[in-house]
């Protein structure tokens, strides 16, 4: 270290006659050429220690600036979401006191009724070895011994009691009811609505389902890990009893099929089983294929032996659905579509093929399934069945909300890499969307990142209104997973009608675990749970 | 600090090829696997192959890169900063170019060449370092006297 300042001394002593430095050093350059090229910048050498530790000076500024971001960018081991990120009012009211800080109602409160349970359920949480329907061993998890967990199925009205114990999961475990519109103390977000339930421990959810349709339940602590092992199961709720829908066909338990696709180990699977599974169908008569998609990426399902329907998209029945024959259905990452597929009158079987080696077969005994045609066309649920007045008033809106998603070179908690933003910022850093109870919202998702998202919106379910400015000219098309592909730009709507403290994340988890998380607030309202914490909460 | 120069340029050199060698096992374990059925979607865990690359060339030679080019402010090679900067500029580059690819993957043909630009120019940075001959000694000789002519 020196050595190399022997030269700028030099140069300093000599400060006087630097032009003589000069002139000898171009003189001498013709006869040296790889001494001019070695002196650098201006020749001089005390030109070449300016610039060199100006270079070094610069190069403290990076590593110091580099320094700084990796510091910042560390996420305490205790957070409350109610500190995480900054309030967006979504040009909505502010309230006087600003924030909530200063307290609120508490969601623990915000429970299920009371009263006689009409379904109620046991879930036993375990980590262990288990073999598929068709055989494989997976190490994972499982619910009562079972992956997928055991089928819940409720009708409209009905109070479900499930009873979750966590008998060997090390992490803990919560379960979420996706898509469901829970009270917000049974929506079960470790570290949001609930603490993670350890080793030993219990914890009861208790609601009322009040949408007929598909749902389904996952952990929704450490999610990334749990959901992929095993921990699932699907929700299917019922028209009520006595209810038109009821008798009609697509609400006939006889011809209801659910179709649970997830990828153990490598292994997609429908229902627990590779490769195809056959399910006796009459034919014609119309059989509703719940297909709910356990996976963080998007499902490409195709029918090939007869049109199809799509019925229903994530719980919510779409209205005059038109017959399909040459395009396939995405299905987001978390989301459900019930399709109506009806085995033709010939004796012939209906393939639904849900990718990757794994499919249903429909139809009578024996009957023979035609190979699967995947059209490279998709069908576009924004135009698909016929307009209908919907319950939700679009002409004016309380909130206005933007949700931009990218993707920067940074550090998240302390690691670099290119990772995920949202309005601009890394996790913890994220917007919090705050509304009011009884306020419509507007919220535009706009995807600039590279990769499609399956932004998933807990405990409300949204109207899409318009793609990359188009308005929506088909059927009212709800949802609570959408598939915010790269370069679209979603405009939706819903009534905060829901109070509590809700996760708004991308349902491709191991996105979410890295940081696309956001959450709507309600004003008003706090929790008292923290991500991290004694309880080890983490919710993705 | 030469040494460690000509040591940094040969690891990030080394590196190029490790990833070169890891990135091809990845490759074809997919093809292997694929022969067997075995579906990739975006729930398919990726193979060691796949997540070395990611490693070294995410964390590992990015900090070596970095290092080379602090270094190389000390190490007293000719055009060694220029070079140094150069093959930490092209690794900044690489990673961008990887990132392009996962949307557009015909861009991964530049990032297979931008990668032989790294252990390239490491590889010069490396060797000029290592050869003080003919090309340091010779302006350490023509450059001193000069600086003492002046003097």
Known sequence: MTTPDDPAERATGSAGPDSHALSTAVSEAPESPGGAEAAGPGGRPWVRQLVRWGAIGLTAVLLGTLGYLWYDSRVPSTLSVMDMGYADWGGGAVPVGGHQHAGGVSVAGLTGPSGVPAVVVSLTAREESFALATGERVEGYTLNHASPGPEIRARVGDLVQVDLVNESVPDGVALHWHGVRVPNAEDGVAGVTQDAVPVGGRHTYRFVVGDAGTYWYHSHQVSHEQVKGGLFGALVVLPAAGSDAAGSDAGAASADVVAQVHTYDGRRTVQGATGERRVAAPSGVATRVRVINTDNG????????????????????????????????????????????????????????LGAGSSLVLGPAGASAPAAVTPAATLDLLSYGTSAPVSLDTGHFDRDFALTIDRWPGFLDGRPGLWWTMNGHFYPNVPMFMVREGDIVRMTITNDSGEVHPMHLHGHVALVLSRNGVAA????????????????????????????????????????????????AYEGYTTPYVIGGTADNEPE | ?????????????????????????SAFDIYNKAGDGVP???????????????????????????????????????????????????????????????????????????AFAVAGVAGMAGARAARPDPTLAAPARSSDPGVTAGA
């Open chain 1, 473 to 520: 000219s088909g059927s009212p098309w709800w949802t609570d997973s959408l598939d915010v592909d790269e370069g679209e730009s979603y405009v939706v709507a819903f009534r905060a009608d829901n109070p509590g403290i809700w996760m708004d994340h991308c349902h491709n988890l191991p996105h979410a675990a890295d940081g696309m998380i956001a959450h709507l």
């Open chain 1, 298 to 353: 998007p499902l490409r399902v195709s029918v090939t032996g007869a049109p199809y329907r799509v019925v229903a998209v994530d719980g919510h029945d779409l209205h005059g659905p038109s017959d399909v024959t040459d395009r396939v259905v995405a299905v987001a990452a978390g989301g459900r579509v019930d399709l109506s597929v009806t085995p033709p009158v010939g004796g012939g079987a209906v393939r639904v093929d």
């Open chain 2, 40 to 114: 990739f979607t975006e729930d398919t865990e990726r193979n060691i192959g796949a997540a070395l690359h990611s490693v070294i060339g995410m964390m590992i030679i990015p900090v070596l890169a970095l290092l080379f080019a602090i270094v190389s402010f000390f190490a007293k090679v000719r055009g060694g900063v220029a070079l140094a900067w150069a093959v930490f500029g092209l690794v900044v580059l690489q990673i961008a170019l990887a990132f392009a690819s996962f949307a557009a993957p015909v861009v991964g043909t530049l990032h297979a060449l931008n």
């Open chain 2, 1 to 25: 600090m030469r040494s460690l120069y000509i040591w940094l340029s040969r690891l990030i050199a080394l590196g190029v090829v490790v990833q070169v060698l890891v990135i091809a096992w």
